[in-house]
């Protein structure tokens, strides 16, 4: 970067003056931090993307929430509270009841949405992991069939550009976005492009970002994803969407101590346990009440009925049905049984699938909607059954796999049965997750023929991704990428380092 052209000082003269100098260190400042700070990715061709056809739809919005369940959704049962919002998208949905995350955390499960293959394929499964370069992402074919490509969101992961996740986004804005670290200037960029410099970004700030987006690019074709971090630890909801009283001291508002929770869990009393789920949940009504702000601006812009609309998650949570905490370590029903909803344009109807079907089949069924063509092998997810065919039932073979803590797993279910096999203990857990969707009765030693056929199926995914490996020659490990001081901060205060 050149240096900014300052007056030459000459210390034997002695003649400048204290306010060019404090005017000179202010304006440096400006321009370092400025270029040090900014996350957007700008592609070289982004002020003249090529329109290569006439798009069939011509509008995209990928909705996440971060840490959902499946079933803190009331139109998916959830008797305690409502989500209206949610709940009005589904409306005009094909739901998904029984869709499944392809790994129990953040990186790898939005890895696998975006290049539409499990984690055993991409490995973006570590905090430092990095999306092989070698794969063409969602985003990427969206952009190069002549749509504009933005992404809006908060989650620090999702923020490290290093790890390759904004590939092919012309428009990547992901909060957290790094510290100025109190420099000069600071007050200045903070108060004329904080979008730039603000360490984190509430929902109703990234709503109010979407809805300003939105409304400057209405009249283009585009691909837009916006994800929001609540209700991700910390739970701290606004005090509003606090209704018991016993929770409304202010040092019971919020929860963040996930280490010491996650490291001793059964000394956590059944009061703290109900405040913590409490916590949660008001995070999710606030999150909804956001997500209506967003779908009332696209009907106020008239852009709603003919908006292709995906409302989904990358995990869920867990609150000791296993005896555990959070999220990253186990493959359990209550971390990858997600919510899944996608509003086809100018279509008003409810329709819910029973098929067992994978977030990573976003990708092509995305794909296919827009009739944009795309490399397919081994590995690719096939697209969703729209139609639905309640006679094939449970017929997918879903796979997922990749925990960030404890013991590497991976989990395959197919007709109702689910298999999870932990790779250094051995030890196998075969469910019926229809009758037993909590995953409370073990059928390993009952089924073992059936346990010996999902078994080999694990098996032959994890052989397909091995000639996927040596197919596209990116190696069998992915590069690593960097997380500098900043993030690592971050994530420590979400959980995710110690």
Not at 314 to 319: K, L, R
Not at 401 to 427: A, F, M, Q, V
Request: hydrophobic share 35%; with cysteine.
């Amino acid at each position: 970067m050149a240096p900014l052209p300052f007056l030459i000082l000459k210390k034997e003269k002695r003649t400048f003056s204290v306010s060019l100098i404090i005017s000179s260190l202010i304006l440096s400042s400006l321009w370092s931090s400025f270029f040090i700070a900014i996350t957007k990715e700008k592609n070289s061709n982004y002020l003249n993307i090529p329109k290569k056809v006439e798009h069939k739809i011509k509008r995209v919005i990928l909705l996440t929430v971060d840490t959902l369940r499946y079933d803190v959704i009331s139109s998916n049962g959830n008797k305690k509270f409502r989500t209206p919002s949610i709940d009005a998208i589904a409306a005009d949905s094909v739901i998904f009841d029984n869709a499944y995350a392809p790994s129990s955390w953040t990186l790898p499960s939005f890895a696998s949405l975006f290049t539409g293959v499990s984690p055993a394929v991409h490995l973006t499964t570590k905090l430092k992991s990095q999306l092989p370069s070698s794969f063409t992402t969602l985003a990427e074919y969206m952009k190069d069939d002549g749509y504009s490509t933005a992404a809006i969101g908060c989650n620090p992961i999702l923020a490290m550009k290093s790890n390759n996740m904004s590939k092919g986004f012309v428009d990547y804005n992901f909060y957290p976005k790094r510290s100025l670290q109190n420099s000069i200037g600071e007050f200045i960029l903070k108060k004329y492009f904080w979008n730039y410099f603000v360490l984190d970004a509430s929902s109703e700030k990234i709503t109010e970002l979407s809805k300003d987006w939105l409304k400057k690019n209405r009249k283009k074709d585009f691909f837009l994803w916006i994800h929001y971090l609540d209700p991700h630890i910390p739970y701290s909801p606004p005090v509003k969407y606090i209704k018991e009283k016993e929770f409304l001291d202010a040092n019971k508002r919020s929860f963040n101590n996930v280490v010491k929770v996650r490291k001793e869990p059964i000394k956590i009393s059944e009061k703290e346990r109900r405040r913590i789920r409490y916590l949660y949940e008001a995070e999710v009504r606030y999150v909804d009440d956001c997500i209506g702000d967003l779908i009332e601006t696209l009907k106020a812009l008239k852009i709603y009925r003919d908006t292709l609309i995906i409302f989904t998650s990358d995990h869920g949570e867990e609150f000791w049905e296993h005896n555990g905490f959070e999220h990253g370590h186990t493959l359990y029903n209550e971390l990858i049984h997600i919510p899944l909803m996608i509003k086809l344009p100018d279509e008003r109807i409810t329709k819910r699938i029973k098929s067992s079907i994978t977030l990573s089949s976003l990708f092509s069924t995305i794909l296919d909607l827009c009739n944009i063509n795309y490399q397919k092998n081994l590995c690719i997810e096939a697209p969703l059954p729209l139609n639905g065919n309640e006679e094939d039932k449970y017929n997918a073979e879903i796979f997922s796999s990749g925990n960030l803590y404890d013991e590497p797993k991976e989990s395959l279910i197919r007709r109702g049965y689910k298999l999870i096999i932990s790779e250094k203990t051995g030890i196998k857990e075969l469910y019926d997750i229809i009758d037993d969707p909590r995953e409370k009765f073990s059928l390993t030693t009952s089924y073992p023929q059936k346990v010996a056929e999902l078994e080999k199926l694990i098996q032959k995914h994890l052989a397909k991704a091995s000639i996927i490996h040596k197919k596209i020659e990116f190696g069998e490990m992915p590069s690593t990428a960097e997380i500098d001081a900043d993030t690592k901060k971050q994530l420590k205060a979400l959980g995710y380092m110690e």
